[in-house]
Nanobody
Framework: QVQLVESGGGLVQAGGSLRLSCAAS????????MGWFRQAPGKERDFVAA????????LYADSVKGRFTISRDNAKNTVYLQMNSLKPEDTAVYYC???????????????????WGQGTQVTVSS
């Protein structure tokens, strides 16, 4: 069992930045691929970014590529999402997710993930 707790959300103006954190507990953190997803009101939960257990492999949704950066610190059992140049369309609840995986693997499909955090709200005003 893995417990995930997100933090760092808030209200920011368009063009601003936020850094989300997701702290994990319960298992060896590096044994898990991690992902960030987001869900706006009335919409499906969409993929944002993913990172392998080693931290060497990453993947981004086209909508955030070049603006967001996913990273992890396995010594701190934490995955991060640095969000720059935020836009109003980035407004959503952001979730982190974990999936036990080989150290170089990551997943884009939300159905692949076994564990989810409770989410943190990000609101970008225009």
């Amino acid at each position: 069992q893995v417990q995930l707790v997100e933090s760092g959300g808030g209200l920011v103006q368009a063009g601003g930045s936020l850094r989300l954190s997701c702290a994990a507990s319960g298992r060896t953190f590096s044994d898990y691929a991690m992902g960030w997803f987001r869900q706006a009101p009335g919409k499906e939960r969409d993929f944002v970014a993913a990172i392998s257990g080693s931290g060497h492999n990453t993947l981004y949704a086209d909508s955030v590529k070049g603006r967001f950066t996913i990273s992890r610190d396995n010594a701190k059992n934490t995955v991060y999402l640095q969000m720059n140049s935020l836009k109003p369309e980035d407004t959503a609840v952001y979730y982190c997710a974990a999936k036990a995986a080989y150290y170089s693997v990551f997943y884009r499909d939300r159905t692949a993930y076994d564990y989810w955090g409770q989410g943190t709200q990000v609101t970008v005003s225009s």
